[in-house]
């Protein structure tokens, strides 16, 4: 018999989100944590920072889909410049 547990129907603070997003986009290595500033109020997950590459970009909206309280979540992502080129140039997407 399951037993019932009251934590998992309790509203996650935005503490609680932010722990379970944070350990979601960065567990493998693929985002690192240096270069993506993650926001958390009332459930919506805001991402900001640089990655590599537009996949990267899908791949941290993607892994955050799952996470319990989480409701939406805004990718601001930017992808870094490629270092062949001259200049500063991110681009947004």
Known sequence: MLEHNSRFWEAKTNEEIHHGVCRSLFRDGLISPG?????????????????????????????????????EVQNKLRLKADHGLVGNMDWQI
């Open 35 to 71: 270069n993506v500033i993650v926001y958390v109020n009332k459930g919506v997950v805001n991402l900001e920072g640089l990655v590599s590459d537009r996949r990267t970009k899908q791949y941290a909206s993607d892994c955050l889909t799952g996470i319990y309280a989480v409701q």
